[in-house]
């Protein structure tokens, strides 16, 4: 069984530029969410998708923005970067959408804005 | 108010040690629970989920009080490889997708 993947491991942008993360699911799962996770807190939820749709939404600007493809991958895109949002960017698949599945994350994406 | 609230820590307990953690949850109306593990820059990786008559997998057991909305974790004789993170994890009553996290528990154990 494949686990989630995710790429790059680490990435350094500068403020205002624009940056992609991508994210394989873990074999069977249909459903991608993506985290953001500053120092010492919890992940904080971006949004999901479910079915190449998104299918909810955190407290984040339109300048966060995503997609899914037909084998359940997902990018999640970044415009117009501000030194806040260095982070480090989880994905977790599920078996679907519902909350009561069990998300699995990947290793993440460490973003680092200059 | 943190939707879900957890005590940072650290808890620095010696090896053999039984240490317990608690969280709060805002919304009564909450209905999955989880606790996730995470280790110093890595990803969270799942624990256990918490039932309603609680739960228990080797040793670590997981409790539920839904009328005081807390959760806690126990974790008995304690290793070296349980230091890490504990998170805290509720789902979203009015977004049941939408996974709320706690800023997790610091757990130190010292041989």
């Known amino acids: 069984e494949t686990g989630v993947t995710q790429s790059p491991t680490h990435l350094i942008k500068t403020r205002g530029q624009q940056v992609t993360l991508r994210c394989s699911s873990q074999?069977?799962?249909?459903?991608v969410s993506w985290y953001q996770q500053a120092l010492g807190q919890g992940p904080q939820f971006i949004f999901q998708?479910?079915?190449?749709?998104?299918?909810g939404r955190g407290n984040f600007p339109p300048r966060f923005s995503g997609l899914q493809f037909p084998n359940y991958s997902s990018e999640l895109n970044v415009n117009a970067l501000e030194l806040d949002d260095s982070a480090l960017y989880l994905c977790?698949?599920?078996?679907?959408?519902?909350?009561?599945?069990?998300?699995?994350f990947g290793d993440g994406t460490r973003l680092s804005i200059l | 108010r943190k939707e879900v609230e957890q005590d940072p820590g650290p808890f620095n307990v010696p090896e053999g040690a039984t240490v317990a953690f608690n969280c709060t949850y805002s919304n009564s109306a909450s209905q999955s629970f989880f606790w996730y593990r995470q280790d110093c820059r890595k990803e969270p990786k799942l624990l256990m989920s918490v039932y309603s008559s609680g739960n228990e997998d080797g040793r670590f057991t997981a409790q539920l009080n839904r009328a005081s909305q807390y959760i806690s974790l126990l974790i008995r004789d304690s290793k070296l490889s349980d230091s890490a993170t504990y998170l805290c994890v509720v789902n979203s009553p009015d977004s049941s997708y939408k996974l709320i996290f706690g800023s997790g528990t610091r757990l130190l154990v010292r041989p």
């Open positions: 074999s069977g799962h249909n459903t």
């Open positions: 977790a698949s599920s078996l679907g959408p519902d909350g009561n599945q069990p998300q699995h």
């Open positions: 998708y479910y079915r190449e749709e998104e299918n």
